[in-house]
């Protein structure tokens, strides 16, 4: 079996290449092929030997991550992508455009087996993890695609990071590299569900990425309604990890809150999450649930939602509402890959 040579971080890739007999600096200008030239084929890599190029060639591949379908809204310039992974494969992958730059929202995994209630990637369950090579290749694909720079990545697609957590933190590592995109740290965001030891974990390896933490309920109660991971670890819990992922890191933590009408909008839901947020340096993002076909979850009117935000405001609390983008292409959470598997299984 070939070794994916686009999942070595810049070290590991310096010790395959001496493995090879070769000199070290070669293994810098591999690396710079493959993660700021964007090279798919050892063919592109001009500047190295024909011999080195066939050695690549036996023991290593680039996995192919190819574009399928791309979707573009008109009314803000998100665009969707759905790409094809060497397994045959899909994940889906967006592009938005914001003021401050180009924000790229990656899958950690194909599917997921976390089973919140509202979201469409997880209803047929886990296919499989992503690699760090097939995460950096959704990035990689859109920049080559679109000719733009990417300079925010955000983990928030389908899959939860903390259920693949080395292949999550490689692709960390080969983002961030000052050899490759070097995207800098503090441009990265990772969303998770509260998986508590892959928090601590992370806590501990002291990068200055954001944590997103989905809170969605504001006690264990109302969690477990949403998200069956709450059934798994407290309320309580969750929250210490995060705090210590501020201690360790100094880095805010962002709690993400989907409004659900009927559900976890009320003002009184208001005033408990208030309580738990009250004391923490954080910011709070409220994402009106986006309706997913295969459930009735509804958003709360727009007036709902505002009070809600407003009551959060008035009591100190670092709160914005975030803007839908895209509402126009299949835009919920995993749609684009759902309709694709859907239609491809019949
Ligand atoms: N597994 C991780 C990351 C992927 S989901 C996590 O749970 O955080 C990214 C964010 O989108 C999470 O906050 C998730 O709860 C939210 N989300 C999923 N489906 C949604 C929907 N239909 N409407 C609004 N937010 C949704």
């Known amino acids: 079996m070939k070794k994916d040579i686009r999942a070595y971080t810049y070290e590991q890739l310096q010790e395959e290449i001496e493995k ?28 190295l030997s024909k011999v080195l190029r066939e050695k690549l060639e036996e023991q290593f591949e680039i996995l192919p991550v190819e574009m399928l379908e791309r979707q573009v809204s008109k009314i803000d310039g998100t665009n969707k992508f759905l790409f094809q992974l060497h397994d045959g494969n899909v994940v889906e992958s967006v ?37 760090a090579s097939e995460m950096v290749g959704q990035i990689y694909q859109i920049q080559k695609i679109t000719q733009e720079r990417v300079s925010n990545v955000v983990v928030m697609g389908t899959g939860e990071p903390m259920d693949n957590y080395e292949n999550f933190l490689t692709f960390i590592r080969i983002l961030t590299d000052e050899h490759g995109l070097n995207i800098s740290q503090r441009n990265v965001t990772v969303s998770t569900c509260g998986i508590v030891p892959g928090i601590q974990k992370l806590a501990q390896e002291h990068l200055q990425i954001t944590l997103a933490l989905s809170l969605h309920g504001s006690n264990q109660e109302k969690r477990k309604q949403l998200m069956p991971v709450a059934n798994k670890y407290e309320l309580s819990e969750v929250l210490k990890a995060c705090d210590e992922y501020f201690r ?35 910011h709070l993002n409220l994402i009106p649930v986006n309706p997913i076909k295969e459930r009735d979850f509804q958003q709360p009117s727009r007036k709902n939602a505002q009070n809600f935000k ?18 126009d292409i299949d835009g919920a959470c995993g749609q ?8 491809n299984k019949k």
């Open 20 to 47: 090879l007999g070769e000199k070290k600096f070669r293994a810098k200008q591999i690396y710079e092929w493959l993660h700021v030239k964007l090279a798919d084929h050892f063919s592109e890599m001009t500047n």
């Open 95 to 131: 592009l938005m455009r914001y003021k401050h730059g180009n924000s790229v929202c990656i899958s950690s995994q194909v599917g997921c087996r976390m089973g919140c209630r509202f979201c469409a990637s997880t209803i047929g369950g886990l296919e499989r993890n992503l690699s």
């Open 248 to 282: 360790q890191t100094g880095r805010r933590v962002t709690f993400e809150y989907s409004l659900v009408h009927g559900v976890n909008d009320t003002l009184e839901d208001a005033e408990e999450l208030i309580q738990i947020l009250k004391p923490r340096n954080c």
């Open 310 to 327: 407003n009551k959060l405001e008035k009591s100190g609390i670092n709160v914005t509402i975030r803007r839908e983008m895209g509402a």
């Open 336 to 343: 684009l890959r759902r309709r694709y598997v859907k239609t």
